[in-house]
T-cell receptor, first 115, second 113 residues
Framework: SQQGEEDPQALSIQEGENATMNCSYKTSINNLQWYRQNSGRGLVHLILIRSNEREKHSGRLRVTLDTSKKSSSLLITASRAADTASYFCATDGRGSTKGAQKLVFGQGTRLTINP | NAGVMQNPRHLVRRRGQEARLRCSPMKGHSHVYWYRQLPEEGLKFMVYLQKENIIDESGMPKERFSAEFPKEGPSILRIQQVVRGDSAAYFC???????????FGPGTRLTVL
């Protein structure tokens, strides 16, 4: 079964630096999404990139998708202390049975921004 | 437009009791998903429902777990005879009929003593 896997598992950088997180998956997808989760809280949707897109921007976020390598990256530029959180990629399966759109999440990258 | 609502936010049960978790989707969303998250792990899909129908329950344990999304009212995830291994955060998400973007609720943190 497909599985999103993020790396690194943990990342600690100084405020103002850029943070890059990677995600790999195993099967064909319709789209890939990135979510943020603050400690003990729910998930916040960050960005969705479709399988026919290669790059997408949203504010300080930049997401790339390489379907030939089955990988995606999330770049956060000019990081802030408030960006400290866990970041998850999630994929849905192309041709999922019954039209289901269940998401498959990776283990996440725990990002710490040091002031 | 209120977001996805879940209640209770925290639930404590003793082994053998029943746990009922509720989820109200966003207005206009007819698709509901339940996920479970163990500590330090990602979310694992459990079940996908539309009004009065279970579409995909491939992630649901075969026993003790059930879910429904009635015509009126919230979606319910029910865990019978809870065990300590059921302790986790349970998240509900909803989406409109034709959109992959899922909006998540704040979760219910279940603790089984």
């Amino acid at each position: 079964s497909q599985q999103g896997e993020e790396d690194p598992q943990a990342l600690s950088i100084q405020e103002g630096e850029n943070a890059t997180m990677n995600c790999s998956y195993k099967t064909s997808i319709n789209n890939l999404q990135w979510y943020r989760q603050n400690s003990g809280r729910g998930l916040v949707h960050l960005i969705l990139i479709r399988s026919n897109e290669r790059e997408k921007h949203s504010g300080r976020l930049r997401v790339t998708l390489d379907t030939s390598k089955k990988s995606s990256s999330l770049l956060i530029t000019a990081s802030r202390a408030a960006d400290t959180a866990s970041y998850f990629c999630a994929t849905d399966g192309r041709g999922s049975t019954k039209g289901a759109q269940k998401l498959v999440f990776g283990q996440g990258t725990r990002l710490t921004i040091n002031p | 437009n209120a977001g996805v609502m879940q209640n209770p936010r925290h639930l404590v049960r003793r082994r053998g009791q029943e746990a009922r978790l509720r989820c109200s989707p966003m207005k206009g969303h007819s698709h509901v998903y339940w996920y479970r998250q163990l500590p330090e792990e990602g979310l694992k899909f459990m079940v996908y429902l539309q009004k009065e129908n279970i579409i995909d329950e491939s992630g649901m344990p075969k026993e003790r777990f059930s879910a429904e999304f009635p015509k009126e009212g919230p979606s319910i995830l029910r865990i019978q005879q809870v065990v300590r291994g059921d302790s986790a955060a349970y998240f509900c998400a909803s989406s409109p009929p034709v959109d992959s973007k899922q909006f998540f609720g704040p979760g219910t943190r279940l603790t089984v003593l």
